[in-house]
């Protein structure tokens, strides 16, 4: 288990190093003028001085080539320079490590939600299928995929702050000032969650193994536990890409609504200030972030299921 | 079909929201003097800050909220069907390859697509679009790929090889009619998702902009009110939720249905 993890991990740079250049690249394909998107956050002007915009040219070495620029640019980025930021033109490794840790803690809470709240609900609802349980935890995942985070933010805050004023609605740092976003964050995990973890249970119960333990006599709540739980959670882990993806996406909005300094809302900030720098060091922690939780969730999966170990080693 | 209330009711609110979107209503001229006015005859879910009619921007919110993401959802659908059907078809490392893209490529939301998109180009309409078209079609691509891989060990296009047809008709006309079904009832599961999406990028900024009435920049304008007038965050709130959830249900009934699940 560990070799194919470790072969993984060494696949790794190649990725980081595809998606660096994608991500370097991406404003010349698309054409931006970075001289006068660098000039736009700085100053109101529509036309820039020529004289201005041939200094910053040379400055930013955009009168080099490509190549020479993204290698310079990998470089730096490899000695931990990301740059330095267009709007406010401070180094932006610092700030997006910091914003890298409050996405961190913000969104472990979220999952360490859903993993406590919807696995045990999706293992509960696949004991007796179509029962009252089944029917209960069905309804509130379709219902909890069906409310995105930019709806549930302003409601939690209308009810828990201003109507009932017992959390504050926005910022962070304090734990109180955590409930509300790790709340909203959390419910299309914890859906999602439900959903996954009761399907795979079904699933798993299903198979022979579970009829002869039936059979011998094992009691209805031992088995759906250790003879279908278990077997539905290397389902729900190999699906973690649509975690990952539900997770990023509503951070973005979480953070945004919520006034979070975290990953999500460094990303906003840089497309609203038009802070390319800033813009492309977000999106490679982004793809970084991915790749290692692909490898965390593979690793995970594959201490959970014997039989995936040894196809893979096999 | 007749004998299931829930996917009738679905699919008549849907037809409702789809009609009413090209109702006549006037959702955009202001009235200073009636700002923030309750529920009234003339305006009956009362109005906004700027005095415009709320029921009037909801329904014609619709246009971009429901027909925006119906075009982009059968759109993708379509793409993301051929691909899949033709690397189902060919199989072998092309279908290898196929999966191991879509791995990735669906761990990357529509939202943070969105992001580079808006920033590269301006915030807008066509942005929504790009970003809906670049994440939406994987979905599609990955189910169809599973269809066609299970359809091609049937005996009838085995039957249809032995008749000498060729590979883009055997996907087209034999495999593809087998695989619709599905793949309609995945469609109606994925509208939810893509309005979600959709609204959610309008209420970043990236999508609609004022003053053209769709949700989700509606809910970013009213939560500047939230305290003084809720209304105004809760009524486009409940647009979204009711809409994705009335297509939700929907799609489950179809996918029951016809997955035969």
């Known amino acids: 288990m560990t070799g194919l993890v470790g072969r993984r991990l060494l696949t790794v740079p190649f990725v980081l190093l595809g998606a660096a250049l994608l991500i370097f690249l991406l404003p010349r394909l698309a054409g931006v003028d970075t001289v006068r998107a660098v000039l736009r956050s700085r100053t109101a002007e529509a036309e820039p001085d020529p004289a201005v915009a041939a200094r910053v040219t040379a400055e930013l070495g955009l009168d080099r080539s490509w190549v020479e620029q993204f290698l310079r640019w990998l470089g730096h980025a490899l000695r931990g320079d990301l740059g330095t930021s267009f709007a406010t033109r401070t180094p932006i490794a610092p700030q997006l490590g910091a914003a890298l840790e409050v996405s961190a803690v913000l969104s472990a809470l979220a999952l360490l939600v859903a993993a406590v709240v919807g696995i045990p609900l999706g293992v509960r609802a696949a004991r007796r299928r179509g029962g009252l349980a089944d029917r209960v935890v069905t309804a509130i995942s379709v219902v909890g995929v069906a409310v995105p985070e930019f709806v549930l933010a302003p409601v939690l805050v209308l009810l828990l702050a201003i109507a009932v004023p017992l959390l504050p609605a926005t910022g962070w740092g304090t734990p109180a000032q955590a409930v509300l976003p790790v709340l909203t964050l959390a419910c299309f995990p914890v859906a999602l969650a439900a959903q996954l973890t009761r ?78 720098p800033m813009l492309q060091a977000g999106l490679l922690a982004v793809v970084a972030v991915a790749v290692v939780a692909g490898i965390g969730a593979e690793a995970v999966a594959l201490a959970l299921d014997p039989v995936a170990r040894s196809e893979a080693e096999g | 079909m007749r004998r299931d209330p829930v996917l009738v009711t679905c699919a008549v609110v849907v037809a409702v929201l789809l009609v009413a979107a090209f109702l006549p209503l006037d959702a955009v001229s202001t009235n200073l003097a009636e700002r923030f006015a309750g529920p009234s005859p003339a305006h009956p879910l009362g109005t906004d800050n700027l005095g415009r009619d709320v029921l009037a921007r909801l329904v014609v919110g619709t246009r971009l909220s429901v027909w925006f993401t119906l075009v982009a959802v059968v759109v993708c659908a379509a793409i993301g069907t051929l691909v899949g059907l033709l690397a189902g078809y060919a199989g072998g490392a092309v279908g290898q390859l196929l999966q191991r893209v879509l791995d990735v490529l669906v761990a990357i939301p529509t939202i943070i697509v969105g992001l580079v998109v808006a920033a590269v180009r301006e915030p807008g309409l066509g942005t929504l679009a790009i970003a809906v078209l670049l994440t939406g079609w994987t979905p599609f691509a990955r189910l169809a790929y599973q269809l066609t891989v299970r359809e091609r060990a049937r005996e009838y296009v085995e039957g249809a090889v032995a008749l000498g047809a060729g590979a883009g008709r055997i996907a087209l006309v034999h495999i593809l009619p087998n695989a619709i079904r599905p793949l309609t009832a995945h469609a109606c599961l994925r509208f939810a998702n893509v309005l979600l999406s959709l609204a959610g990028l309008s209420f970043l900024g990236l999508g609609a902009q004022p003053p053209t009435p769709e949700w989700g920049a509606m809910l970013a304008e009213g939560r500047q009110f939230l305290f003084a007038a809720p209304q105004l965050v809760v009524l486009p709130g409940a647009a979204v939720v009711v809409a994705a959830l009335v297509v939700t249900l929907l799609g489950r009934r179809l996918d029951a249905r016809w997955s035969g699940r």
């Open chain 1, 199 to 276: 399907a795979e249970t079904l699933d798993a119960l299903a198979r022979p193994h579970v009829t002869v333990a039936l059979a011998k006599g094992l009691g209805p709540s031992r088995l759906v536990w250790r003879h279908g739980a278990r077997l539905a959670l290397t389902g729900v882990t190999a699906l973690s890409g649509m975690f990952f993806a539900g997770l990023l996406g509503g951070a973005v909005v979480v953070e945004v609504a919520f006034g979070i300094p975290g990953l999500g809302r460094l990303l906003y900030d840089s497309v609203i200030g038009q802070d390319l």
